[in-house]
């Protein structure tokens, strides 16, 4: 399962990992395939670090789940910040994911056991990680001008096809 995130630094595909985390992957995959993310900010970009998104407002303070209220972590240990590329649920605390998720710059250990891993960067996509965390950023680490996704590619959605659900 995958989609491909077209945002204005270029395309980044993602590979959700629904096996490992059924209920993030169902809101991650309904929100990308329902053109939430459409026209999005990125909202927050620390170089060496994360890039942040998924907030309709642009603010870092908004955003739902599909469920209309914040779903429960699902930390798996063999699942880590372990490299460049990995795509994880934002959240401000325990158990409080919405729409919000980062893709990692680089091995961050400090988020394991803290936000629930949804999938990986997978074919190419570092060009436009590369173009991002170059963006220029002001104090707040928000992008001097406006970066956006664009739209979002769900490929082969078993959500959307009922043969392929439990």
Not at 13 to 27: F, G, M, Q, T, Y
Not at 129 to 138: G, Q
């Amino acid at each position: 399962m995958s989609v491909t995130l077209h945002t204005d630094a270029g395309d980044i595909k993602i590979e959700v990992l629904c096996d490992e985390v059924p209920r993030a992957s169902e809101n991650f995959l309904a929100l990308c395939a329902s053109g939430y993310y459409d026209g999005t900010l990125i909202h927050r970009n620390i170089a060496g670090f994360i890039v942040q998104m998924g907030d309709p407002t642009g603010t870092g303070k908004g955003g739902a789940s599909i469920w209309g209220e914040p779903f429960d972590d699902e930390i798996r240990a063999t699942l880590c910040h372990d490299r460049r590329g990995v795509v994880s649920m934002a959240n401000s605390g325990a158990n409080t994911n919405g729409s919000q998720f980062f893709i990692t710059y680089g091995r961050q250990p400090s988020l394991d056991g803290k936000h629930t891993v949804v999938g990986r960067v997978i074919g190419g996509g570092d060009d436009a990680l590369a173009a991002l965390e170059r963006v220029p950023v002001n104090k707040k680490y928000r992008p001097v001008e406006d970066t956006k996704i664009r739209s979002v590619t769900v490929h082969a959605n078993p959500l959307a096809d009922p043969s392929c659900q439990a």
